[in-house]
């Protein structure tokens, strides 16, 4: 069974860089068959993509957030990072980690989500 | 990007009805469409993938159709625990985008 768990402050204040880091276990994040997703959702709201990882370096961001957006991979801890900088009260949200399969392209596994505050 | 509008926002309805949930894409994205639930204070699960097939050990009570720009999920006789918000997703392309969700209410 895979799952998947982020982690990470729950508070950052504005202006400064959101860190989160999801581990993932009972699936090697070096397999070729899925991509490593970061999703986010406002308090309320509809779910945004961030981007993705792949091929243990490979990323695909949303050019709404790629100028601050960067996800990154660290195969030794089966993990993969999400950082944003310069964050607003506007990157409030739950933000999750995501398996994708790369063969019928949809998120397979999630994880339960942790929610970031941007606030002073 | 691509836009996908969902269709109600928000729906009641009673146990044993059939619902749908309509999604429409701003451009042609063939079968590149999934749906997924997400329940209160929970991740989104998938429910449908490429438009129409079921995930497994998901209730054969989904069913999902649809190609192009014109997608429908329905739920042939709902049970309590469908009540929740769904998502369409298209996956043709990057950025990848949601629905704005259809909230499916208890009447």
């Known amino acids: 069974q895979v799952q998947l768990q982020e982690s990470g402050p729950g508070l950052v204040k504005p202006s400064q860089t959101l860190s989160l880091t999801c581990t993932v276990s009972g699936s090697s994040i070096s397999s070729g068959n899925y991509y490593w997703s970061w999703i986010r959702q406002p308090p309320g709201k509809g779910l945004e993509w961030i981007g993705y990882?792949?091929?243990?370096?490979?990323?695909s961001y949303n050019p709404s957030l790629k100028s601050r957006v960067a996800i990154s991979v660290d195969t030794s801890e089966n993990q993969f990072s999400l950082k944003l900088t310069s964050v607003t009260a506007a990157d409030t949200a739950v933000y999750f980690c995501?398996?994708?399969?790369?063969?019928?392209?949809?998120?397979?596994?999630w994880g339960q989500g942790t929610l970031v505050t941007v606030s002073s | 990007d691509i836009q996908m509008t969902q269709s109600p926002s928000s729906l009641s309805a009673s146990i044993g009805d059939r619902v749908t949930i309509t999604c429409r894409a701003s451009q042609s994205i063939s079968s590149y469409l999934n749906w997924y639930q997400q329940k209160p204070g929970k991740a989104p699960q998938v429910l449908i993938y490429?438009?129409?097939s079921l995930e497994s050990g998901v209730p054969s009570r989904f069913s999902g159709s649809g190609s192009g720009t014109d997608f429908t999920l329905t739920i042939s006789s709902l049970q309590p625990e469908d009540f929740a918000t769904y998502y369409c997703q298209q996956s043709y392309s990057t950025p990848l985008t949601f629905g704005q969700g259809t909230k499916l209410e208890i009447k």
């Open positions: 990882i792949y091929d243990s370096g490979s990323t």
């Open positions: 490429a438009a129409s």
């Open positions: 995501a398996r994708r399969s790369r063969q019928h392209y949809y998120d397979v596994d």
